[in-house]
C-alpha cells in the first residue's frame, strides 16, 4: 500500500501542471512597498520589504533591526525641499515556505518622520535595493488602495511586467486624530498566504523519506519536468530545427545536439550556484541572465550567417545542385556550429534547478540535489533531441515528395535565414536589459 502511495504521489507530480517558482514574480525578486501617511501631526512610512527564495537564501539570517537603520538611511524624504531623517519605530518578521522548502522573507517596519504644523509639500524616494529586479510600489495616505495589497497578493496580468514606482510628491496636512503609528502585521497577515503552491520541478527535493522507490519517482518527475521545460519559450527549439535542416542533419547530430543541451545547461546551474553562493557581494546573479540571453544571441547569430555563407559556397561550387557527393564534408563544415547551437540551447540555467541546487545544500542533500538537476537537463536534452529528429526526418520526407527540385534546394538557405532572424531578435530583446 505504501509502495502504491508512492507511485501515486510520483504520477501526480507528472501530471500536475508546472509552477515556476513558489514566489509569483519569481525566484530572484526583492520586493518593496511604502506608504506615506499622516497621523495627527506626525508624518509616517509604513515600509514592506517582500525578498523571494534566493534572496532570501543569500541573506542567511536576518537582524531585524540592522535591516530597518538601513531602509530608513535608504528611505530619502523632503518637506519643503528639506531633508528630513526617517526614524524606525518597529518591525515585524516572517519567514513564509517557499520552492523546495526554501524560506522567503517579509519585513515590516514602521518609520517616523517630522511633525507638520500645516499642509506641506514632500518628496519620497526609496532608494533600497536600486540594483534587484522585482516589484516596487509607493501610495500616499492611510487608506489609499495598494494593488498588490502591500506585498501580499501581486495581480497576475502584471508579472510580466511589474509595478516599478519609487518616488512620489504630494501635498500633506495634519489630521483630526491622533498621532498614533501604524499598526505592525501579525499571525496570517504577516505570512501573506498568496504563495503559488510548490508543485513543480523544486517540490522535489523536500521529500521526507528518500527511499529507493521515492529517489527513483523524483528522478523520473525531474525528468519530465525538464522535458516540459525545453517545450516553453526558449531553448532554441526553432534553432535547433532549422539548423538541422540547413546542415544536412542526422539522427547523430540530433543526439550530439541533445547530448551538449544536457552539459551546457547543468554547468551553467552549478556555475550560477557557486556565484550565488560564493560571488553576491560582487555579482548580482540576477543580472547574469540578460548577458548570457545576450551571448545566446549573438552566438545564434554567428551560427545563421555561417551557415548561409557555407550554403552560398555549395551554391556557387556545384550550380546545378549535384551536391550529394560531398555529404559528408558538408557535415564536416558543421562540427563547430553544431557545438555551438547545443551551448546556446542549454546557457540559460532554469531557476527552478537553481532553487534546487540551493535547497540540496540546505538540507545536506547535495548527491540527491545534482541527481536531480543533472536529471531535469537530460529531460530538456531528451525534447530538443526529439525536435531534431522530428526535423531530421520531416527533411528526408520532403526530399523525396514529389516537390519542385529548386524548393528542396531553397530550404538550407531559408533555414540560414531563420537562425539568422531568431538570433537577431534574442539579442535586440536582450541589450536593454544588459547594463
Known sequence: MKRLALLVVAAAALVAPAAASAHPLGN????????????????????????????????????????????????????????????????????????????????????????????????????????????????????????????????????????????????????????????LSSGKTLEAPDRVADSGFSSLIGRKHLSALVILASLAAAFFWGMAHALSPGHGKTIVAAYLVGRRGTPWHAAALGGIVTVTHTIGVFALGLVTLALSQFIVPETLYPWLNLVSGVMVVAIGIAVFRSRLRHRRSHPHGHDHHHHHDHEQLGRGSLIAVGVSGGLLPCPSALVVLLAAISLHRVAFGMILILAFSAGLALSITGIGLIAVLAKHVFRRASFDGRLIRLLPAASALVILAAGLAMTVRALPKVS
Open 28 to 183: 530572484f525578486t526583492i520586493n518593496r512597498f511604502s506608504r506615506v501617511e499622516v497621523a495627527g501631526h506626525r508624518l509616517y512610512v509604513r515600509y514592506v520589504l517582500d525578498m523571494a527564495e534566493i534572496p532570501t537564501y543569500q541573506a542567511g539570517h536576518i537582524d531585524r533591526r540592522a535591516y530597518a537603520r538601513r531602509i530608513a538611511r535608504n528611505a530619502r524624504l523632503q518637506v519643503e525641499g528639506r531633508r528630513m531623517r526617517l526614524v524606525p519605530l518597529g518591525t515585524a518578521l516572517a519567514h513564509p515556505r517557499g520552492a523546495a522548502g526554501l524560506h522567503t522573507t517579509r519585513l515590516e517596519v514602521i518609520l517616523s518622520g517630522p511633525m507638520l504644523s500645516g499642509k506641506a509639500s514632500i518628496a519620497y524616494r526609496d532608494e533600497n535595493y536600486r540594483d534587484r529586479i522585482g516589484w516596487s510600489e509607493i501610495v500616499v495616505g492611510a487608506n489609499t488602495h495598494s494593488i498588490s495589497d502591500e506585498l501580499r497578493a501581486y495581480p497576475k496580468n502584471l508579472l510580466q511586467s511589474p509595478l516599478d514606482v519609487t518616488s512620489v510628491t504630494a501635498n500633506l496636512a495634519p489630521t483630526s486624530g491622533p498621532d498614533i503609528p501604524p499598526a
